[in-house]
């Protein structure tokens, strides 16, 4: 092989090895840069899912409550008070009214529990107009969730209606 030949491959070669010492850097940073918005992209799944689960749990709880109304129609309007803890087990018999105050008690509890400690509830009922025997209830469950981009928190509210039959035949 001709020495000229020779010598231009080495000084080739030579410049090849800076170029691409810079081209891993440069590929590095756009790595990085892609990797940032990976982890900003978990951080909001994150905040959508936990919003997702007291969406649900708001739902189940005030599922919970209507079916209760249901099995228990006559003392509808106790539903909209304050719960009382009566210790209603298998051993003490209670009376509709202590069965509906106990329902209310611990639907407030688990709300609770598996909403942020901000919750606050509003059951409002509206009587049957005879000769209907269907009263309308509306329950409305509130909370507030952070909010970390704006200062302060943001107001979530879950509400629903239902008509309950108060009265044999319906």
Request: glycine fraction near 6%.
């Amino acid at each position: 092989m001709n020495i000229r030949k020779i010598h231009k491959r080495q000084i080739h070669l030579r410049r090849n090895r800076g170029f691409t010492l810079l081209e891993a850097l440069i590929g590095f940073l756009i790595l990085s840069i892609g990797m940032l918005g990976i982890a900003s992209l978990q951080a909001i799944s994150l905040k959508s899912g936990k919003t997702s689960v007291y969406g649900s749990v708001a739902t189940m709880k005030v599922d919970e409550l209507f079916e209760s109304m249901r099995v228990n129609p006559s003392v509808l309007a106790s539903y909209t008070g304050a719960g009382v803890d009566h210790l209603c087990t298998g051993t003490k018999i209670c009376t509709p009214l202590e069965l509906a105050e106990e329902d209310v008690f611990w639907w407030q509890q688990n709300l609770k529990a598996g909403l942020p400690s901000t919750v606050t509830t509003v059951v409002a009922l509206t009587a049957p107009v005879a000769p209907s025997k269907m009263a309308t209830v509306n329950v409305s469950v509130s909370w507030k969730e952070r909010n970390k981009n704006a200062a302060g928190s943001v107001d979530k509210t879950y509400a629903t209606t239902s008509t309950i039959c108060i009265a044999e035949p319906c």
